[in-house]
């Protein structure tokens, strides 16, 4: 055995988990478009990095839980994923919750009709969310996630400026119905928080560029 050979056994000899498998949304998106895969984990970097002192952080809108082991894993915080898709919740507590030393909880809920606690957490996350909330059902959802915040917690919101509507796949034009621009995002989310600071986002890179010529926006909000 040369000694390139031995050296890679010693990774390999390293316990790995087995049986962990890519849930039906990200493994989809992994086989369509693998970059974005790039994109949507360099959202839940910045999140982390902007929680990193919360404690109790709730993710509204967590789909298969992938993004919520990246704020588990850099904050140390505990966390409850809240979506409103049983079948996406029921992936993450079977594939995802078992890999972060019981600090990860999951449950289906709808924050368009319910509440998630009142100020319970010092942290929420609401990343690529808010552009599948019905207009209709705008205002009951934002007064819920600002609801479920202590005064002086920190939210996240994310979402896709709506003038790169036109560049979209059909899958996220199909489920985008209530798309932003700078303005009305700002508006909507500093009639709930004292403070909003808003960043553009272009592929994996946060900056402070012209935001009609962001792809994404990033919100961070303090209750």
Known sequence: ???????????????????????????????????????????????????????????????????GLVLVRDTGADYLGLD????????????????????????????????????????????DVIEHVDPRNEAAFLDHCAAALRPGALALFGTPNIATDAFASPPSRAGHVNLFDATRFDAALAARFAHVFLFSMNDEVVHTGFYPMAHYYLALCVR
């Not at 949304?25 to 990193?52: Q, S, V």
């Not at 030393?101 to 289906?108: K, P």
């Open 1 to 67: 055995m040369t000694h390139t050979r031995k050296a890679w056994k010693n990774v390999t000899d390293l316990e790995h988990p087995a049986g962990f498998t890519m849930g039906p949304i990200n493994a989809e998106t992994w086989l369509r478009d693998p970059k974005h895969m790039g994109f949507m984990l360099a959202r839940y970097k910045f999140a982390a990095k902007m929680m990193r002192r919360c404690k109790q952080i709730l993710e509204v809108g967590c789909g298969e839980g992938l993004g």
């Open 84 to 127: 409103l898709d049983p079948a996406q919740i029921a992936y993450a507590q079977e594939q995802v919750a078992p890999h972060a030393q019981g600090r990860m909880t999951f449950a289906c809920a709808d924050l368009a009709e319910q509440a998630a606690g009142a100020g319970r957490f010092d942290g929420l996350v609401c990343i």
